[in-house]
T-cell receptor, first 114, second 112 residues
Framework: EAGVVQSPRYKIIEKKQPVAFWCNPI?????LYWYLQNLGQGPELLIR????????DSQLPKDRFSAERLKGVDSTLKIQPAELGDSAVYLC????????????FGPGTRLTVL | QKEVEQNSGPLSVPEGAIASLNCTYS??????FFWYRQYSGKSPELIMF????GDKEDGRFTAQLNKASQYVSLLIRDSQPSDSATYLC????????????FGTGTQLKVEL
């Protein structure tokens, strides 16, 4: 079974530029999560989707971050404009309906904002 | 007070010894508990989960949960150098939502 797929794996941009991350969850997993992980910290939830509905986006900085999961499968997380403090690893995770809190992570996208 | 607390380490153990990793949490309503292993530069990998008080064993790993003390631990028997990684404790606070709160992780070093 293929795992969670993310792209790109690495991204370097200058501040004020836009950036987008893509995630394809494990097949059949209806719940998708976007996390941010800073060095030396645990992952912090940005947004959680149940199918195509964003059910928890309370930690998403909505002034510059946006996300979508239009058909309830793939998802995109966007930052516009990026700031220096956004440099981090962005992780996507998914979980199946049968064990909703057992989350499986993708490889992550390491973002560097210069 | 952090919701999920772990000692950042590093915790150094000799090869073949038992490594004991500890985690405390603040939300008494927490329902489920997870241990993830994260190698440097990699993403977290689920290794154990536990829902009920007591011990749960899976190969060389044992998760222990004590809800009264709000304490969860991970024991790794016969530690190997390949076990050297950061171990993240994650807690689902319940109340619906499948929201995991992660600790900052404990770095484990298994020495030859």
């Amino acid at each position: 079974e293929a795992g969670v797929v993310q792209s790109p794996r690495y991204k370097i941009i200058e501040k004020k530029q836009p950036v987008a991350f893509w995630c394809n969850p494990i097949s059949g997993h209806n719940t998708l999560y976007w996390y941010l992980q800073n060095l030396g910290q645990g992952p912090e939830l940005l947004i959680r989707y149940e199918n195509e509905e964003a059910v928890d986006d309370s930690q998403l900085p909505k002034d510059r971050f946006s996300a979508e999961r239009l058909k309830g499968v793939d998802s995109t997380l966007k930052i516009q404009p990026a700031e220096l403090g956004d440099s981090a690893v962005y992780l996507c995770a998914s979980s199946p309906r049968t064990s909703g809190d057992t989350q499986y992570f993708g490889p992550g996208t390491r973002l560097t904002v210069l | 007070q952090k919701e999920v607390e772990q000692n950042s380490g590093p915790l150094s153990v000799p090869e073949g010894a038992i490594a004991s990793l500890n985690c405390t949490y603040s939300d008494r309503g927490s329902q489920s508990f997870f241990w993830y292993r994260q190698y440097s530069g990699k993403s977290p990998e689920l290794i154990m989960f536990i829902y009920s008080n007591g011990d749960k064993e899976d190969g060389r790993f044992t998760a222990q949960l004590n809800k009264a003390s709000q304490y969860v631990s991970l024991l790794i028997r016969d530690s190997q150098p390949s076990d050297s990684a950061t171990y993240l404790c994650a807690v689902n606070g319940g109340g619906g939502g499948n929201k995991l709160t992660f600790g900052t992780g404990t770095q484990l070093k298994v020495e030859l």
